[in-house]
């Protein structure tokens, strides 16, 4: 019995550490953002805001993994980050906001995938969670760029 629990504890702290990394990216994304000079005030406020959420999630993610008796890993730098995603390539506030909604989607529809995949039945609900919010990221940034919104049903996480 311990023997599987240490075994899902170990498969648990594995798949929050790749949550991790995502929210060390969009930390790090939109601390890009910010910085570019490209985001006119209220949606740079917004920006702030949503890496404030992603802080707050990595935050989380790095507690649980130490209660899991695992360790988290570390983060890129934002240099490496902004290599990874091109940054430099970012020429306006909608390269901006679509690299960000994509960051976005990505992120929502890891979480979502990962759910079956928790031994702790628990951690299926903060992912749930998790993706929630990456859900109502990538929809304030689609609003933003004007984009319409899905048309069909179950547009996540397929």
Do not use: C
């Amino acid at each position: 019995m311990a023997v599987a629990q240490t075994s899902n504890a170990a498969g648990d702290v594995g798949i929050l550490n790749t949550a991790l990394a995502l929210e060390y990216e969009a930390i790090s994304a939109y601390q890009l953002g910010a910085m570019s000079g490209l985001l006119q005030k209220p949606v740079l406020e917004i920006a702030v805001m949503f890496q404030t959420h992603h802080k707050e999630h990595r935050d989380a993610l790095i507690a649980t993994i130490r209660k899991l008796g695992g360790a988290p890993v570390a983060a890129k730098s934002d240099a490496e980050v902004g290599q990874a995603l091109n940054a430099a390539s970012l020429k306006s506030q909608a390269d901006v906001l679509r690299l960000a909604q994509r960051l976005e989607k990505g992120a929502a529809n890891a979480y979502i995938g990962v759910i079956p995949s928790f031994g702790d039945r628990a951690l299926a609900q903060v992912s749930a969670r998790l993706a929630a919010d990456e859900v109502m990221h990538w929809t304030v940034l689609s609003q933003a760029l004007k984009d319409p919104l899905p048309a069909k049903a179950l547009s996540f996480g397929a």
